[in-house]
T-cell receptor, first 110, second 111 residues
Framework: EDQVTQSPEALRLQEGESSSLNCSYT??????LFWYRQDPGKGPEFLFT???AGEEKEKERLKATLTKKESFLHITAPKPEDSATYLC???????????FGQGTTLQVKP | DVKVTQSSRYLVKRTGEKVFLECVQD?????MFWYRQDPGLGLRLIYF???????EKGDIPEGYSVSREKKERFSLILESASTNQTSMYLC??????????FGNGTRLTVT
């Protein structure tokens, strides 16, 4: 069964304290892994797509990496404005469906 | 930039009312989706559409229907609203196999 698990559920960091969010997946034939950022009361905002193991993408303080079983979203020297819920989703090669994880809620304190 | 616009940010309806949620995208995307998002349950797919006048059931279609008469517009219909349909509703669009782009959501309360 296709499944996506994100950990931790919640993460509190001090400003400048780097950390990583995890997205573990089991899927039949990965056709893309997607990271989104969601602010309270808003829709998810697309961040990155990764397609194959070893691929990396960067945007400002965020870096996403992919292996055959999991993806990490690394946050370097975070700022309070990075506080949000980060969602991971994978597209199944069998069904074409997008399966979302439950998200990690990040709080960065000044 | 892709823009997905949902007609209402907040909506309050009474049990039994027929409710229409409207979504418009401006990027000529063929795929459009309706999700609902609830605490602890994450994002769940209600319906999706790969083309005009075409619709497919998602994971939780019961109590909902959809309409896609034009490529840019995808409507979600609650035939007879119930309190368990109180939720955040998110519309999204995409090209084939590309990332989904979401609207800002409609928070629906059914009393």
């Amino acid at each position: 069964e296709d499944q996506v698990t994100q950990s931790p559920e919640a993460l509190r960091l001090q400003e400048g304290e780097s950390s990583s969010l995890n997205c573990s997946y089991t899927v039949s034939g990965l056709r893309g892994l997607f990271w989104y950022r969601q602010d309270p009361g808003k829709g998810p905002e697309f961040l990155f797509t990764l397609y194959s193991a070893g691929e990396e993408k960067e945007k400002e303080r965020l870096k996403a990496t992919l292996t055959k079983k999991e993806s990490f979203l690394h946050i370097t020297a975070p700022k309070p404005e990075d506080s949000a819920t980060y969602l991971c989703a994978v597209r199944s090669g069998n069904t074409g469906k997008l399966i979302f994880g439950q998200g990690t809620t990040l709080q960065v304190k000044p | 930039d892709v823009k997905v616009t949902q007609s209402s940010r907040y909506l309050v309806k009474r049990t039994g009312e027929k409710v229409f949620l409207e979504c418009v995208q401006d990027m000529d995307h063929e795929n459009m989706f309706w999700y609902r998002q609830d605490p602890g349950l994450g994002l769940r797919l209600i319906y999706f559409s790969y083309d005009v006048k075409m619709k497919e059931k998602g994971d939780i279609p019961e109590g909902y229907s959809v309409s896609r008469e034009k490529k840019e517009r995808f409507s979600l219909i609650l035939e007879s609203a119930s309190t368990n349909q109180t939720s955040m509703y998110l519309c999204a669009s995409s090209l084939q196999n590309s990332p989904l782009h979401f609207g800002n959501g409609t928070r629906l309360t059914v009393t």
